[in-house]
């Protein structure tokens, strides 16, 4: 995630909750040993705590909202989601290098808890777990093909897995098969890197958080058949993309967020359709935000169930005391089929 809020957010934690607390919040823990099942208490939270029956976020549902919480240390900074169809299960990325598996509960179509959860540390191609948080600062998580990538920052570039599936956890213990860099990524800010990322039928997208342009736009990439080329996403408002999945129709649904001392964070849920060529700009169209005073916090990533047709967007606490790991579901708009 961005510095800056980094910086102010760990600031508040040792000013508020003294200095222990605040050296343990900038403490991030990195990856666990091994395969392990997770504890976790997944309470209800409302969306709205002054009406806990508002059930509505502008045109979107709300189908469930939990806060998820654990006493094991290295829970916590969720970052990249993907939806696992033949399980049902959440396959989701730690920028601690952590994977962590997920099983919703739902009674009907609502979202009432977790069944079963597991973590694991990301192995590189000589299946060894990170060894600094350079090198573990997962962002991003997508399929390119019957594989999976996970993107970092700080060291931008990606780390492929084959075979890997939250409907298996014992297969969490795959080293990647492959190192993968993008040279245009190089000049993107360190701490500002690839943030959200998404498989389009074949064709894999990362969206930068940092790398504007006179036009306030972040550079974004596409690898088609002449390989990696470079498209503009436009940003508005102190927005900026940390997460993304496909939309049933080709499009991208992308998650904005923007942090400003004294109101907190807002999050906006996007729907995005590339340029028909590179170095064009892409076409959004805001459907939702989220904002104080209703539940919201650092959510970084979004995965969507086609076959259900929802959303499941989850928050990074950063190992922050003062941040929650939030798991909200959200049923799909009719306006996904249209075009922005």
């Known amino acids: 995630m961005a510095r800056g809020l980094v910086e102010v957010l760990g600031a508040v934690a040792a000013l508020g909750l003294g200095v222990g607390a605040g050296l343990w919040a900038a403490g991030t823990p990195l990856s666990v040993r091994g395969l392990e099942p997770l504890s976790l208490v997944a309470t209800v939270v409302p969306l709205d705590p002054a009406r806990p029956d508002r059930h509505e976020l502008g045109p979107l549902r709300v189908l469930g909202l939990l806060q998820l919480s654990s006493t094991h240390r290295h829970f916590g900074g969720l970052s990249g989601l993907l939806h696992e169809a033949a399980c049902g299960r959440l396959l989701a990325v730690s920028d601690a290098g952590n994977w962590v598996v997920l099983e919703p509960r739902w009674e009907g179509a609502r979202l009432v808890g977790v069944r079963a959860a597991w973590i694991a540390p990301l192995l590189d191609p000589d299946g060894q777990p990170p060894g600094s948080k350079r090198d573990a600062d997962a962002e991003a998580l997508a399929r390119d093909g019957d594989d999976v990538l996970v993107w970092f920052e700080r060291d931008h570039r990606a780390l492929r897995y084959r075979g890997l599936s939250a409907c298996r956890p014992e297969s969490l213990g795959t080293p990647a098969v492959a190192e993968v860099r993008v040279p245009q990524m190089a000049a993107w800010p360190e701490n500002e890197g690839p943030e959200a990322a998404a498989d389009l039928t074949g064709q894999p997208v990362v969206i930068g958080e940092g790398a504007k342009g006179q036009d306030g736009s972040v550079e974004a990439l596409w690898r088609g058949p002449e390989g990696w080329q470079a498209f503009r996403y436009p940003v508005a408002d102190d927005f900026a993309p940390v997460g993304a999945d496909a939309l049933p129709d080709g499009q991208l649904v992308v998650v904005e967020r923007r942090f400003r001392p004294g109101l907190g964070v807002a999050v906006r849920i996007v729907q995005a359709r590339l340029p028909p060529r590179p170095g064009g700009h892409a076409e959004v169209r805001p459907i939702a935000q989220l904002a104080p005073p209703l539940t919201v916090d650092n959510f970084e990533a979004v995965a969507v169930d086609r076959a259900a047709g929802r959303l499941l967007l989850v928050s990074d606490d950063?190992?922050?005391?003062?941040?929650?790991?939030?798991?909200?579901?959200?049923?799909?708009?009719?306006?996904?089929?249209?075009a922005p």
């Open 318 to 338: 950063n190992f922050n005391p003062l941040q929650r790991t939030l798991l909200l579901t959200l049923a799909l708009p009719p306006q996904a089929d249209a």
